[in-house]
């Protein structure tokens, strides 16, 4: 005869872990608290939750150095008041970084106003291409990449991105004509020569 296996218990009956019941306490009776001291001190409640969650994830890891009973509020506020300070830190840095970017991009971009006529055309033109077109014609023409290392920026064989390119450039010439049109120019040979310098 046989015995068959009993099921398993149901969730509620498994033994739980003391560390995982003590942390269900400790989130459940400070949660509210923590909550409030973060979200009086960051400007968007998304930064409260996460300083919250980090410092209950600090609460997991070390579980055993947490001391019992009302201390481990106290313990959980100095953890959140050490997050906190990590997270403004991390703020301040990429608010420096932002800045610096910021100083540098206003070096090396150009002045959008002293655009000619034909570069117009060509982002218009641009404007009017597919995603996948536009960034194929700006991979090549503008960031300089040759068609092989282009497809490797794409995931693509090399043989599909020349098929691609050439269908790309085509309609970009027919969108810049059609731009031109628009605005009353007629296409002439510097629209013709600013799309072949793009390749």
Known sequence: MTSTPSPPAPVALRAVPDHELRFRELFDDNFRRLLGYALRRVNSPEDAADIVAETML????????????????????????????????????RDRLAERLRLELAEVTPDLTSLSESTEAI?????????????????????????????????????????????????????????????????????????????
């Open 58 to 93: 600090v609460a997991w890891r070390r579980m055993d150095e947490v001391p019992p009973d009302d201390a481990a509020r106290l313990y959980l506020f100095g953890v959140a008041r050490r997050v906190l300070a990590n997270h403004r830190r991390g703020e301040l840095r």
């Open 123 to 199: 982002r218009a033109g641009l404007e009017k291409l597919s995603d996948s077109d536009r960034e194929l014609i700006m991979l090549t023409g503008w960031d300089g990449l040759d068609p092989r290392e282009a497809a490797v920026v794409l995931g693509v064989p090399a043989r599909t991105v020349r098929t691609r390119l050439h269908r790309a450039r085509s309609r970009l010439r027919a969108a810049i004509g059609d731009v031109a049109s628009a605005d009353g120019h007629v296409r002439d040979d510097q629209h013709a020569q600013a799309v072949q310098e793009e390749r």
